[in-house]
Structure formats: C-alpha cells, structure tokens
C-alpha cells in the first residue's frame, strides 16, 4: 500500500541509513535474539545507526495451503488494511509509514519501517489492523476487477505465454507452483467469509514477532505483551500442525520422458518470436547450487556472457539473452533460458542458440570465468546484508524454509570452494542438451 507522505525525519534518517550502511558493509552483524511468547517466537536484531524500527509479523499460512486457498485467505488477509473510511491507512500517513499487508505461498506478513520512538504507536496500529472488522469490500471488487484485467493483457503478452508454457511442461495441473501462470481463481466480497478467514490466519499457532533496528530487548519487550490474539489451529489441524504439514501439496515434477521435446503456441499478430531452453534447476539448498550459479552467470549472466556474444554481439540477432528461474527456492525450479528474434530469423536464431548450449556443456568455462562469476557472487553478497531488516528477513527465511541456518551467507565461501573441474562436471551433467526442451511462441499462420 502506497503512503502519500513521509515525515521529512524520516527521509532524512532513511537517506543517513544508506550512507551509513554502505560504510558498515563488511562490519560482523549483531547477534539476532529470539525468545518465546507461548508459540510465537521472537525475534530481536538490535542496531543503532540510524533510528528506525522495522517490524515484521509473519502467520505460517500462505497460499499453498488448500484451506487457504478455498477461503480466499490471501484476498482477507490483504484486504484488511482498508476500512470504507481509511482510518487506519490515515494513522499510519500520520506516523509516515507505509504498511506493507500481503500472504505468498507459505507464509502471511504485516511489517511498515518507523521512527523509534514511534515504535509503541506502529505497534498499537499493527495490532488495530489485525483487529479490524470492517473491511472495505468495493476496493476488493476493484482488486478483482484488475486481476481480471491483467490476465486478459498476459494472455496477450508473448513473454507471459512463455513462462506459462514452461512451467506447464514440468509441472502437474493442480501443483499450487502453476497458479501464478493460470487463470486466477474467483474470489468472494462477503464480508464475514473474509473476517472468518482472516481471524483464522491470525490465529495460526507458530506466530513470528521480528523487531530489527534502533530498540533494545527492554524496550520491545513490554510492548509486546497481549500483542497477538491467543493462537488457534486451523480447522482440522491440531497445535502440533507443522507449516511443511500445511503446505506440502507440491507434487514431484514431469520427469524429463513425459515432456515433449518441443512446445510451440502461437499468438496473434507477433513480428518476433520467443525462445526458451527448459528445464528443472536445483533448489537453494541443493549441494549443486553453487556451481548452478557459477555456470548460469557465465552462460547467461552479463553483457558478455557465453549466450550474448553469440546471439547478440556474434550474429545480431537478438537485444537480449536471460536465464530465469520460477517456483520456490526450496523446491526445484522451472530453469529458462530464453531469448527472442525477428520471424525471419528465427531458424537461424534457434541453431546459434542451440549451438551455444551445446558448446558450453561439451567445453565447460575457463578458470579465468570461474573467478569473474565467484567475484559476482561475493560482491552481490554486500549489497544483500547492508541493513538489519535485510539481515533479519534472511534469518527468518532460513527459519521458514527450514534451510541450515547461514545458507545465504555461505554461497560465495562454497562457491569459492569448487574448483575449475568441479564446475565443468557439474556443467557436464546439467547442460546436457539432451535434458532441456525448447519452448517457442510465434505468430499465428
């Protein structure tokens, strides 16, 4: 949700936090504290900087759960920000913070950045939104509206049909990883469904409290106490319901016999057609993600990777190359690599295209690449841990996802660790052309 106004402090603070933190950058972060409240945990990173707070609330129930899904959870969670008069979206323009309300796949959240010493009357207005029963039900028919609008622009969209194309080649119909790339599912304006849902979201045992920034245990602490609504389990679920429990509707993907060598779906009136080489990719914990990102930035990762000098610098035929990944990171992804030319080009286009991947995977990359692609690794690390709202999110990500804790942060160190041959037999195994399927959008005859 889009605030009209900031307090000049706390723009002034928040430009001080960039200069500070980039000073900061390699500095060992605070410890991040946590202790219990009944079933929800806290979590505390105390850092004062600058003087800002940010609090995050996290419910483990996202949209992948099937309760959630047949209770247009995700649709009352959002919703329950805007009051018909906007009273709540008023205190907080008045605080200068801007709310942040939404539920993704495994999890809800409400968080807003304020001023320190406003940390009491955030908290006061999180726990009035978590509270509020009037909810603005026109503006979620004009949510409704716009996402039917945006569907009928994405099935025109040539790059939309090519991701909905490769993620319907590896996963099943009814896999929740699909949703984002299919028609979305009606949703319901009553209001009572929508408080019923809500309040249960709320409710869900397994609750996060994450408070980073400018306050110290003493001082959150007593803010704190009788914050949340006591916890109730879900309908059918019990205390000991786990979020993997509820969430674990995934299903394994296509394996590479029951996907077709190559897809092809046409759209009208193209000038251009759009390629995709398609696969699945390993997920964040996977023992080969190190080496996957090597090999992917050298392929595909900047101005002058293997793939754009080819299709671009080489022949001309293409502005652009990219790799993409889509999913969730703690699954295996549907792995794109894709491009687009001119109709006229397009058979050419595709051999060049075709002829890069199977280059790369019979000759591997040279150490002197391995060094670029670690070096981008390690220095991309910097910017991703400059402030402790950033540190903490990638702690509670571990948390949420069940990885080891200091997954992210080891990436560079393990990357770094591989050695030049290690990386070519991981190339030698992955980008097999034999594994990969070509997806292509063009126009109609």
């Known amino acids: 949700m889009k605030v009209p106004r900031l307090r000049a402090k706390l723009l002034a603070s928040l430009l001080a936090a960039a200069t500070t933190f980039a000073a900061h950058a390699t500095t060992a972060p605070p410890t991040i504290e946590q202790w219990q409240m009944g079933t929800d945990t806290v ?9 800002l707070v940010h609090v995050r609330l996290e419910f483990p129930v ?5 309760w959630a899904h047949d209770n247009h959870a995700a649709d009352a969670f959002s919703i329950q920000a805007y009051d018909p008069e906007r009273r709540l979206l008023a205190r907080a323009d008045r605080l200068g913070v801007e709310l942040d309300v939404g539920m993704a796949t495994v999890s809800a959240w409400l968080q807003a950045t304020c001023l320190a010493e406003d940390t009491g009357a955030l908290l006061t207005l999180m726990r009035d939104v978590l509270a509020n029963r009037d909810f603005d039900t026109s503006e979620l028919g004009r949510w409704h509206q716009q996402r039917d609008l945006a569907w009928d622009a994405n099935r025109k969209d040539p790059q939309f049909t090519l991701t909905q194309a490769s993620a319907r080649l590896l996963l099943a119909e009814d896999d ?25 979201v709320v409710r869900v045992p397994g609750r996060v409290i994450a408070v980073s920034g400018s306050i110290g245990r003493a001082g959150v602490e007593p803010l704190l106490d009788g914050f949340l609504p006591p916890p109730q389990p879900l309908p059918g679920e019990t205390l000991t319901t786990t979020a993997t429990e509820r969430h674990e509707t ?73 790799a993409r990944s889509y999913g969730t990171i703690h699954r295996p992804l549907v792995h ?57 999110a990638e702690h509670l990500t571990e948390r949420r996802l069940a990885f080891p804790e200091g997954l992210f942060e080891s990436l560079p160190t393990r990357a770094a660790a591989l050695s030049l041959s290690d990386i070519n037999a991981f190339i030698e195994r992955f980008y097999d052309p034999v594994q990969f399927r070509l997806v292509r959008v063009e126009a109609e005859d």
């Open 43 to 51: 979590f505390l990173l105390e850092d004062h900087r600058t003087p």
């Open 62 to 66: 996202g949209n992948w759960s099937a």
């Open 176 to 200: 929740p990883r699909r949703r984002p790339w299919e028609e979305p599912a009606g949703g319901t304006t009553n209001e009572a469904r929508l408080v019923s849902a809500r309040d249960a």
């Open 250 to 322: 995934l299903q394994t993907m296509r394996p590479p016999a029951a996907r077709p060598d190559e897809t092809t779906v046409t759209l009208p009136r193209l000038t251009q057609v759009y390629l995709a080489l398609v696969r699945d990719a390993p997920p964040r914990h996977h023992p080969d993600y190190p080496a996957f990102q090597i090999a992917s930035h050298v392929l595909t990762g900047h101005f002058y990777s293997r793939m754009y000098v080819a299709l671009r610098h080489d022949a001309g035929e293409t502005y652009t190359v990219s």
């Open 336 to 392: 794109t690599i894709r491009t687009f030319t001119h109709t006229a080009n397009a058979g050419r286009t595709e051999r060049i295209f075709r002829d890069t991947l199977a280059t790369f995977h019979a000759e591997g990359i040279t150490e002197d690449e391995r060094n670029d692609a670690v070096g981008n690794l390690t220095g991309r690390r910097l910017f991703q841990r400059q402030t402790p709202r950033r540190i903490l």
